[in-house]
């Protein structure tokens, strides 16, 4: 059964403080690992990750994946009260080209106090 | 581009009633997803359209939920009996068929259903 493991569930920190979150992944027929961002209901996309050790960077936030060890880190410097939020990892899979599906960790819920 | 719409936003409803959800794809996208979200969980996969046929409802609890997506556009999920453990964020999304962009998948804002 395809699985998608994140930690932590909950990280409380302050408000300029550095933090990683972890995905695990154990899936058949990967194609790629996206972060989302929940803040109130509906995901939204922050990377797509496709192949291990290339960086991907988008202001304060940052992701990198090692398809070898099965893993995503999602790093957030500088962190401000807007980065309070649920961090989800998902990861694609499929047969078929086109019709993927994303199988979603648990989450992390990110509080930053200010 | 418009978004995923759904509707309704809110709903709740007495166990054992019965409750339709909807959803309006991204113009173009063949592929429309429906997601079950508990609250401390992450989005669970309930059903998979590729156009309007089914590709996977392997995860779908086919005694009481019900999909169909007519004409390969909008889409209808239905719960029938609903149960207390149905509570949940229903999440719709879509995705181009011959996915390329790197972008994911666009979500609608979601359902959240209240079974008491």
């Known amino acids: 059964e395809d699985k998608v493991v994140q930690s932590p569930l909950s990280l409380v920190v302050h408000e300029g403080d550095t933090v990683t979150l972890n995905c695990s992944y154990e899936?058949?027929?990967?194609?790629?690992l996206l972060w989302y961002k929940q803040e109130k209901k509906a995901p939204t996309f922050l990377f797509m990750l496709?192949?291990?050790?290339i960086e991907k960077k988008s202001g304060r936030l940052s992701s990198i994946l090692d398809k070898k060890e099965l893993f995503s880190i999602l790093n957030i410097t500088a962190t401000q009260t807007g980065d309070s939020a649920i961090y989800l990892c998902?990861?694609?899979?499929?047969?078929?080209?086109?019709?993927?599906?994303?199988?979603f960790g648990q989450g992390t819920r990110l509080t930053i106090n200010p | 581009e418009a978004g995923v719409a759904q509707s309704p936003r809110y709903k709740i409803i007495e166990k054992r009633q019965s409750v339709a959800f909807w959803c309006n794809p991204i113009s173009g996208h063949a592929t429309l997803y429906w997601y079950q979200q508990i609250l401390g969980q992450g989005p669970k996969l309930l059903i998979q359209f590729q156009n309007n046929g089914v590709v996977d409802d392997s995860q779908l609890p086919k005694d009481r939920f019900s999909a169909e997506r007519l004409k390969g556009v909008d889409s209808t999920l239905k719960i029938q009996p609903a149960k207390l453990e149905d509570s949940a964020v229903y999440l719709c999304?879509?995705?181009?068929?011959?996915?390329?962009?790197?972008?994911?998948?666009?979500f609608g804002s979601g359902t959240r259903l209240t079974v008491v």
């Open positions: 998902a990861v694609a899979n499929g047969t078929i080209q086109g019709a993927q599906k994303l199988v």
């Open positions: 899936v058949t027929n990967f194609r790629s």
């Open positions: 999304a879509s995705s181009p068929f011959f996915y390329r962009g790197n972008y994911g998948y666009t």
């Open positions: 496709t192949s291990s050790g």
